[in-house]
């Protein structure tokens, strides 16, 4: 269902807590592990922190609320989470009154939320992500009723508009389009975790768009498990093309493409904005081999894949792709293996993420009998980062002497000098000296420098 906070009981909350703050001078912070979607999701709790009445600062020495909102892609993340949370307890037993809430996608997982229930007395709530809007209830729950709570009400979850977000960067803006998977893709946890797709409402995702140009925002990334299945009033090509058309000095990024769905539409629109629509498309392949992606319910084949890169290439010359891979899925050969190699040397990606298999209890995958050791898939990660790790440094050395159009992100000092870090418009990144610019700023550098994974330069006084 989509909703606006004021139709549900989330402000009487806020407005409890709120009252019990009053004139304590409380203090929060909210960690963030994961993906974006999980960056954003952040941006909204500590909105609603604010809210309650809480000054957000990155001192959990300092606090009265520590929300950890966790990320159960892959087993080493869940244990990176569970250590932070973990660590919290010394905290505690100095500030009996210290809210612990877990959150995000460790949370919505039954087995976790009762070992935190269990083994971790000072975590006061968990909460999943389809339940977002319901922190302040818990928060409550915790402060004034003196309850634990550990809400699991997986599955469905409503689009909740009027959240607010405090925003991380004042110039980049994640706008989440949509929330869940469907897919069920045999590894992956997400659609468990996550929930079902469900979509918000093109007019409220425009207004926030049209928003963040009003504020001065320089690029715009719509966001969702499967952007492609954007399914509201309008298809995820036309919510592009409409957000293209805002005017204003912008530019506009999306992710996660599934390549089942990268649609023709998407390809055209992708084409007819470009520069706009920023030249860089993450394409997640997984596997280069045709049993694999179908013991993976990918439902696409290699040369389906293929076919698409080739169509994107023609609509953007210019384009960056990147893609994501796993190595070692239940049953891979060498000789799978070896469909993903020549894949990679075929494509030719700007740049991988890839990550070893990991077993995601209740999956598909989980239970299929052909596991792959874990000194295999080592060795294969190393031959696939070495082959990936050459190309992406010739397709950087392709940029040496160009003068590209970057978006400052930060300054670095090194070794005593002042350097810049910010992204092409293909996202990359590149570091760079200047004698003056502004974090946010669109500034023009002269590449002088590759490596395999940054970019280096000078920028150009205009
Ligand atoms: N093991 C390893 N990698 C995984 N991913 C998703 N689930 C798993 C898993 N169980 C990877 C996929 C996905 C990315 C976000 O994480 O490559 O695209
Ligand atoms: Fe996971 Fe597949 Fe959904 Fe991506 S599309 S979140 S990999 S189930």
């Not at 690029?219 to 005017?247: C, H, K, M, W």
Request: charged share 30%; with cysteine.
């Amino acid at each position: 269902m989509n909703l606006n906070l004021h139709e549900t009981d989330t402000p009487r909350y806020i407005e409890r807590v709120k009252k019990y703050n009053e004139g304590k001078n409380k203090y929060a912070t909210v960690i963030t592990l994961g993906c974006q979607q999980n960056e954003a999701d952040s941006e909204k709790i500590k909105a609603m922190a604010r809210d309650m009445g809480y000054t957000l600062t990155d001192k959990a020495e300092l606090c009265d609320l520590i929300v950890v909102n966790t990320c159960a892609i892959r087993e080493h993340a869940e244990q990176k989470a569970l250590s932070i949370v973990g660590n919290f307890k010394a905290l505690r037993r100095e500030n009996p009154d210290l809210v612990v809430g877990v959150c995000g996608c460790m949370a919505a997982e039954p087995h976790v939320a009762e070992k935190i229930k269990k083994s971790y007395h000072h975590v006061s709530f968990t909460l999943e992500p389809s339940m977002l809007h319901r922190f302040p209830e818990l928060v409550c729950r915790t402060l004034l009723d003196r309850r634990r709570s550990f809400v699991l009400g997986l599955d469905e979850g409503d689009v909740v508009e009027g959240m607010g977000s405090v925003r991380l960067s004042s110039h980049k803006a994640w706008v989440s389009i949509m929330y869940g998977c469907n897919n069920f893709c045999s590894y992956c946890i997400v659609p468990y975790v996550r929930g079902r797709e469900r979509s918000r409402k093109s007019e409220d995702i425009l207004a926030e768009c049209r928003e963040l140009v009003g504020l001065g925002y320089k690029e715009i990334t719509l966001l969702g498990q499967n952007v492609n299945s954007y399914r509201a009033d309008i298809s995820f090509p036309e919510l592009l093309r409409r957000v293209a058309g805002i005017p204003g000095d912008f530019i506009v990024r999306f992710m996660t493409s599934h390549p089942k769905d990268a649609s023709d539409e998407l390809i055209a629109v992708f084409g007819d904005y470009s520069g706009k629509i920023a030249p860089s498309f993450h394409l997640p392949l997984q596997s280069g081999s045709d049993p694999i992606l179908k013991a993976m319910n990918r439902t696409y084949n290699r040369q389906r894949y293929l076919d698409t890169v080739r169509k994107i290439r023609e609509a953007v010359p210019d384009v960056a792709l990147t893609s994501d891979i796993i190595v070692g899925f239940p049953g891979e050969t060498d000789e799978d293996f070896e469909a993903t190699l020549d894949i990679l040397r075929t494509v030719r990606f700007d740049m991988v993420f890839s990550f070893n298999y990991s077993i995601r209890e209740g999956t598909r995958a989980a239970g299929m009998q052909n596991q792959v050791p874990e000194q295999v898939k080592k060795e294969r990660m190393t031959r696939l980062l070495d082959m990936q790790c050459e190309i992406s440094r010739e397709i950087n050395d392709t940029h040496l002497g160009k003068t590209e159009r970057v978006i400052v992100d930060a300054v670095e000092k090194k070794d005593g000098a002042v350097l810049y870090n910010g992204r092409t418009s293909q996202n990359k990144l590149v570091h760079f000296t200047s004698s003056g610019c502004k974090i946010g700023d669109f500034v023009k550098v002269k590449i002088t420098r590759a490596g395999a994974f940054d970019l280096f330069g000078e920028m150009e006084e205009i």
